[in-house]
Nanobody
Framework: QVQLVESGGGLVQAGGSLRLSCAAS????????MGWFRQAPGKEREFVSA????????YYGDSVKGRFTISRVNARNTIYLQMTSLKSEDTAVYFC??????????????????????WGQGTQVTVSS
């Protein structure tokens, strides 16, 4: 059973930074594609970022490109989302996701929630203006 546990959320002022972490269970973490989605109140889930197995390929949603950075440390079974220049519109619950269904990271399919097999419980990020 895969478990994804997010941490690092909280309250931050606009312009500030936060780093989210996602710890995954399992001994074969390094073979899975990983990513982040978010959902704001009253809105649909939105693709934030995704990362390939080795970390060599990354994708970002248009609203966070240039401000957020995804990374992973396979030896720690962990991925990170470094968020900078935060805006009030970044306020949302952030979910860590994992996919077993592909070997490489497809740029279009990875942006859809249906591509991802496992979801964490989420961590709240609130940006005050």
């Amino acid at each position: 059973q895969v478990q994804l546990v997010e941490s690092g959320g909280g309250l931050v002022q606009a312009g500030g930074s936060l780093r989210l972490s996602c710890a995954a269970s399992g001994r074969t973490f390094g073979i899975y594609l990983m990513g982040w989605f978010r959902q704001a109140p009253g809105k649909e889930r939105e693709f934030v970022s995704a990362i390939s197995r080795t970390g060599g390929t990354t994708y970002y949603g248009d609203s966070v490109k240039g401000r957020f950075t995804i990374s992973r440390v396979n030896a720690r079974n962990t991925i990170y989302l470094q968020m900078t220049s935060l805006k009030s519109e970044d306020t949302a619950v952030y979910f860590c996701v994992q996919s077993e269904s592909a070997f490489t990271l497809p740029p279009d399919r990875a942006r859809g929630s249906g591509f991802w097999d496992y979801w964490g419980q989420g961590t709240q990020v609130t940006v005050s203006s």
